[in-house]
């Protein structure tokens, strides 16, 4: 802008009249103004993905050790066998190929030729697209441009790290040795357009014929040659990997199992409570200290080392956001109260008031069981999204409270 403002002034002072060769600077101006406008912004430069190394694989079945060694023995024995042969198998690596493909006759065609090689501590087998499979190097065999199953296929196996070889095998080269040029050329272009968009070289298409399989064999023996050891290390991450979250997966249940029964007899004690107590439940659920010592009870299942103080926050927060998100509506509560106020009615009001009570500690249980399970997971969310996340989450497996029902069957408002 102040090129083109100087541009201006310079013109309407007539300076350019009186010197000729200001054209030629003015003109300077304006193709570098114009060249500067046009260039593009230098775009930040991403740095690698770390490179896959023993120790982080030595990190990773440590990791999963540890969550094994809090199972019983009976519930960790098939997941421990796992963990010992992914220990010993970068010590004698076998590798894993697995051959991918819709077509049974191509699958046919490429396992034979690659199951003839001379190869040593190597294994394969065929798979079709129904799983992702367990493998150190994939071929996924295509006899054409990519079907949709065979790009989604790809972009799962891209986003997993695989090293995966795509093997052209056109149709018409089942019926003869000599495809048509022109029509192979198109497909061949197409397919290399598709690879592109998932970000796969090509070299890592290789054609194949039954009569000329020397591309795919040489490719093949290339990989299991000269990077046997990173392909058996990748393969042997990527199962570490999923063998972490079955134990995790494990884990969590184990402890929910453990937690239950602690939920359920704060769910008693609140319940008992606030039937003979005049306080309002909220009230009560806060004073009695119920819902700070259910959450250091059940950080301790989870391993969280808070001491009974460091729970209070956290318990007040969870109430408030009941509160705030209707979990718990202050308006349906007053009826509990008016039933216990009337001689009458002080039964039904006790009822209902001690299974709110309950309904809270359960809705905050769950909740609390959501929040130190994904809690890990979410470091960079703030506390209060982590527990409003885990609050809905709860919400849909307890529904509503039995007051909020009461309330809405009498067409009460809701606070």
């Avoid at 197409?190 to 014929?209: E, N, R, S, V, Y």
């Avoid at 606030?274 to 059940?298: E, K, Q």
């Avoid at 500690?361 to 527990?387: C, D, H, M, N, W």
């Avoid at 989450?393 to 309330?407: D, E, F, I, K, N």
Wanted: charged share 15%.
């Amino acid at each position: 802008m102040a090129v083109a403002a100087a541009i201006i002034l310079l013109l309407l002072s007539g300076w350019v009249n009186d010197h000729p060769w200001a054209w030629l600077l003015i003109l300077a101006l304006g193709l570098g103004y114009w060249y500067w406008r046009r260039s593009p912004a230098p775009t930040e430069v991403k740095a690698p993905p770390p490179t896959l190394h023993p120790q982080l694989l030595e990190k990773q079945l440590a990791e999963t050790h540890t969550l094994l060694q809090e199972l019983p023995t009976e519930r960790q024995a098939s997941l421990q066998s796992t963990h010992s042969q992914l220990q010993r198998r970068l010590d004698s690596p076998t590798v894993e190929v697995c051959v991918l493909g819709q077509s049974a006759y191509a699958l046919n065609q490429v396992h034979d030729a690659v199951a003839t090689l001379p190869l040593e501590r190597c294994t394969v087998q065929q798979q079709t697209l129904a799983t992702v499979p367990q493998a150190d190097l994939v071929l996924l065999t295509v006899t054409g441009v990519l079907t949709a199953s065979e790009f989604e296929m790809l972009r799962v196996l891209q986003a997993s790290h695989y090293h995966v070889l795509v093997v052209w095998y056109p149709e018409m080269a089942q019926e003869s040795d000599r495809p048509k040029g022109a029509l192979c050329d198109r497909v061949a272009g197409h397919l290399q357009q598709q690879l592109q968009q998932l970000q796969i070289g090509q070299d890592q298409l290789i054609p194949f014929t039954p009569h000329n399989p020397q591309a795919l064999t040489s490719a093949v023996l290339h990989c299991l040659t000269q990077q046997r050891a990173n392909l058996v290390l990748a393969g042997t991450y990527r199962r570490a990997q999923q063998l972490h979250q079955q134990a995790q997966a494990a884990l969590n249940h184990y402890r929910q199992e453990r937690a239950t029964p602690i939920i359920e007899r704060y769910q008693w004690l609140a319940a008992g409570a606030t039937a003979v107590n005049p306080l309002p439940l909220l009230d009560l659920v806060m004073a009695g200290g119920l819902l700070v010592r259910l959450t250091w009870d059940l950080g301790q299942i989870y391993h969280r080392s808070f001491r009974l103080a460091d729970a209070e926050p956290l318990a007040k927060e969870l109430l408030r956001l009941m509160v705030q998100l209707g979990a718990v509506e202050l308006g349906t509560q007053s009826l509990g109260q008016w039933l216990k106020g009337n001689s009458l009615t002080y039964l039904a009001g006790s009822c209902l008031q001690g299974a709110t009570a309950a309904y809270v500690l359960r809705l905050s249980g769950l909740s609390l069981i959501y929040y130190f399970e994904t809690a890990p997971q979410t470091k960079s969310l703030p506390l209060v999204t982590q527990l409003q996340q885990s609050l809905q989450w709860a919400q849909q497996r307890v529904g509503r409270s039995p007051l909020q029902t009461l309330g809405d069957s009498l067409g009460l408002p809701s606070a």
